[in-house]
């Protein structure tokens, strides 16, 4: 597995808290109520535990296996986790990717948000049915996607501009077909002070494009699309249902 994440892991948390914003509410609506008994609920690459906390919230008698291979990120999971004695008693935070993740016998229900698509189909698949041989019927697998269903050009935009102290920090995010349902995106942190660009941070990724019904073959299971919460759109979440 490359790790995408840690050239830019600094400024993850200024994306996150937007994206847990808007993606949360509808989270928390798929897993409130859910019956935690079967096992633990996966989160898989968890980042720096934004979602973490949302599933807690949403899931208070869950204990939670959250996973993510940057080790960068994983500091600020672990960070995140170890100071709040809830989270603390309930999260275990595991090293590992996807494609090769030690996992329980059993799962009550599966998180995956930001990260399908840095999966080939191939380990899409696998990976479908190795949480199918875990997850009881009726669980969800809650699939966050981003936004592109197939490869395209996205002109650089600035998507976010924050500021923290006497610097403001932009975030530029672009993409270019590369091949076959593959994407690459180019992203650049501008950190700036009294105007002036002081750093900037590039790097880039490879997205494999899909949507849910896509996934919902793969996975051989029913699907549902989530695109707004509260009449706003939300970055598009898919349900996958054993
Ligand atoms: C866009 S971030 C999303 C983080 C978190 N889920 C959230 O929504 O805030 C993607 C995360 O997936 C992790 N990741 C990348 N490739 C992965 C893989 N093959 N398996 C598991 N996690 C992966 C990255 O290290 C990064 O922390």
Known sequence: MIDYYSTSAEF????????TASSGPPLTRVLTGLDVTHGPVLEIGAGTG???EVVAAALPEAEILAAEPSATMRAMLTSRVARDPDLRRRVTVVDGAAQDL???ERLSAVVIFGVAGHLTVPERVALWKRLADRLPDGAPIVVELMGVSSPRHIPPVMSLRETIGRQTYEW?????????DAMRFTTTWKVLRDGRTVREVADSYDWHTFDVARLA???????RRITEAGGRPIPEIGVLVK
Do not use: D, F
């Open 12 to 19: 993850y948390e200024l994306v996150a808290t937007r994206h």
């Open 50 to 52: 934004r979602v973490t």
């Open 102 to 104: 030690v996992l329980p």
């Open 172 to 180: 530029w995010i672009g993409g270019e077909p590369t091949e076959g």
């Open 217 to 223: 073959r793969e996975a051989g299971m029913t699907s």
